[in-house]
């Protein structure tokens, strides 16, 4: 067993892990953060896709022991500490960009660092940033939709946030 | 899916890192970004008993130019995002930001390294046939100390390379293409989006600008997915390297790389044939496209 310390939405972790274990699994496991989803567990659907140092990631392709010391964000870390939905939650809520919502942790943690990239991209550039996140029932109109509408009130809010 | 249980060290120097290489060799396994590995690892097509994380080694991940200004360095633990985005390979060397802007997905590209990729030698990967294409080489250190090998000697079979039990890749360099007239192209034909490449190719060139600007004083092309590893399509730059980059010539240099590769029928990407006829397509395109980019102004990426 190792010991980590991994901050996870703000909160300090300590917990002894086997090396094996992967960090999608510790998150939803070991500290209960079940909003992360396993999709594939092939690196392939970005259902698992959280933030580590602001930058979004597969958790299902990396171990907990590499996030040693690290910073990582879910999408339960996403809303405001008063329970504010994050305006990219808010813009897949109204304009319907979830149908299962399976993928749709995924997709706004991908969304969120797509938008921390480029505050205001393209249709093209959102659907080749989210081209690692798969829908299974291909709701991906309704996805491009929420995220452009979630840039365009980021951007207004002037609230961008990693 | 979980791997077999392993040791893991976190080493934050080289010299620490190199040593638990040599104390575990022929069962060790280096993890950078782990994009590789780590599905491997899941799969347990690879079961090292011991895994040495070199993330937290300080001085491997950055890009900078050469002293002398001729050539780019990179860290090997260079993330592919950030060569994708860096401003310096952009206006430098912009073959690379445009092959590491192809690989895989965003979340693919913000754990990937430069350096992981090369030592994994997939022959599906982007790197090989770029660093192929530009005659870029790679430091690796060992217990033996440093040594420098050309990508053409580094790569030498699928995921086997010139690499020895215990050593680190440190650092890949690629000479800076001439400022003026100069133009590359990373092409690659995809099933679907963020799938290992049909058949790929990255391309470099050089115009001579005095001779009416067209005559081809240097050419480089390597091939993604159609042999064994990343090949060079040496006959093909031969072809084109002292003549007039006409259409004919491009295409008799498609048709060579066509030739010389050796692709294999497989049940998801298609049969050999059709592998060798992409590879061909490609080859020309990327030509005609690092072609254009070579005659505007400056000869770099447009957009």
Known sequence: ?162 | MLPRSFQYFAPTTLEEATSLLREHRGDVKVLAGGMSLIPLMKLRLASPGYVVDINRVKGLDYVEESEDGKALLIGSLTRHHALESSPLVKRRVPLLSEAAGSIGDSQVRNLGTIGGALAHSDPSGDWGATILALRGELTVLGSGGERRIPIDDFLLDTFTTALDDGELITRVSVPIPPDKGSGGAYLKLERKAGDFATAGVAVQLTLDEKDEGDRCTYAGIGLTAVGPKNLRASKAEAGLVGNRLTKEAISEAASAAAEECAPTDDPLRGSAKYKREMAGLFTRRALELAAARARKQGGRVQG
């Open chain 1, 1 to 162: 067993m190792t010991r980590i310390k991994v901050r996870v939405n703000g909160k300090e972790s300590e917990k002894d892990v086997e090396p094996r274990l992967l960090l999608v699994h510790f998150l939803r496991e070991v500290l209960g953060l079940t909003g992360t989803h396993v999709g594939c567990d092939t690196t392939n659907c970005g259902a698992c896709t959280i933030l580590l140092e602001g930058k979004s990631v597969k958790s299902c392709t990396m171990f907990a022991v590499q996030a040693d010391g690290r910073e990582v964000t879910t999408i339960e870390g996403m809303q405001s500490p008063g329970g504010e939905l994050h305006p990219i939650q808010r813009a897949f809520w109204e304009n319907h960009g979830l149908q299962c919502g399976y993928c749709t942790p995924g997709m706004v943690m991908q969304a969120a660092w797509l938008l921390s990239e480029n505050p205001d991209p393209t249709e093209r550039e959102i659907r080749l940033g989210i081209s690692g996140n798969l829908c299974r029932c291909t709701g991906y109109q309704n996805i491009v939709k929420s995220i452009q509408e979630a840039a365009k009130a980021m951007r207004t809010e002037g609230k961008a946030r990693r």
